[in-house]
Structure formats: structure tokens, C-alpha cells
């Protein structure tokens, strides 16, 4: 699945969410829909590595079980 990161209000850290049709402009980034790839980037730094900068996943797990309500996404 496809990842974009959205500009966040009052220079706080962008944000990550899913992008579901795969054709929202800006930097993306993969993720295999898996729980375990998401916990493996988290714990890696690979998200601000791939958004060349920090970002804010905070709510990243909450979309990511609306999309598959049937995997638990830890964060």
C-alpha cells in the first residue's frame, strides 16, 4: 500500500496517512499490508527516512486498520 506524507498545521511534523487509489501528488512511500512491516519501519526510522525529514505516524495504525479491520497494527 501506498503511504503519503500531508503537510500538518503550524510547522508541526507532517503527516503520514494511506493513500488508498495510489494517486495522491507528493513523496510516497510503500508498505507491504502487514502489521509486521509497519512495526519493523517504525522501530527502523525507515518513514522519515523515506520523507527525507521527521514525520508524525501517530494516527498511521488507525488508518491502517480502517483500510483491514480484520489485522491488529501495533504501533
Known amino acids: 500500500m501506498r503511504l503519503v506524507r500531508e503537510p ?14 495510489r494517486s495522491a501528488p507528493g513523496r510516497g512511500a ?6 509486521s512491516c509497519l512495526d ?12 527525507r525529514g521527521p514525520v508524525d505516524t501517530g494516527l498511521l495504525a488507525r488508518d491502517l486498520e ?5 489485522t491488529t497494527w501495533k504501533r
Open 30 to 35: 510503500w508498505l507491504h499490508p502487514d502489521a
Open 8 to 21: 500538518a498545521p503550524d510547522g508541526a511534523a507532517p503527516r503520514v496517512r494511506v493513500d488508498p487509489h
Open 40 to 51: 519493523l519501519a517504525l522501530r527502523r526510522g525507515g518513514l522519515p527516512r523515506s520523507f
Open 66 to 70: 480502517a483500510s483491514d479491520p480484520t
